[in-house]
């Protein structure tokens, strides 16, 4: 199984960045190391459902409509740690966010998703 662990989260201002970790552990249930897996990031405002951040998989990544040009997702396949830069962070990118990994390929669908962490608080004051 695999073990998530986020860090990085905090309290920052407008316009400000942040870069969250994720470091993960273990295999999949399969046995397969986390390099053979897709690793994702999402994010749940109060209130709302769990939201698609970014993505990457062997040979693609995606990334959600509302950070697309300010948030980059980066993964370390020898540390086995994901990252995600945050940058002109804007309140209504207030979340709890979540790292994730699940075997194969990228998925869009919170569901869709095998392993999580416990998930870092960020919060953006205007």
């Known amino acids: 199984q695999f073990q998530l662990v986020e860090s990085g989260g905090g309290l920052v201002k407008t316009g400000g960045s942040l870069r969250l970790s994720c470091a993960v552990s273990g295999r999949s249930a399969f046995g397969r190391t986390l390099s053979r897996n897709a690793m994702g990031w999402f994010r749940q405002a109060p209130g709302m459902e769990r939201e698609f951040v970014a993505a990457r998989g062997l040979n693609e990544s995606y990334s959600g409509d509302s950070v697309k040009g300010r948030f980059t997702m980066s993964r370390d396949d020898v540390e086995n740690t994901m990252y995600l830069q945050m940058n002109n962070l804007r309140p209504q990118d207030t979340a709890v966010y979540y790292c994730?990994?699940?075997?194969?390929?990228?998925?869009?669908?919170?569901?869709?998703?095998?392993?999580w962490g416990q998930g870092t608080q960020v919060t953006v004051t205007s």
């Open positions: 994730a990994v699940r075997e194969g390929r990228v998925a869009l669908t919170p569901m869709m998703w095998t392993y």
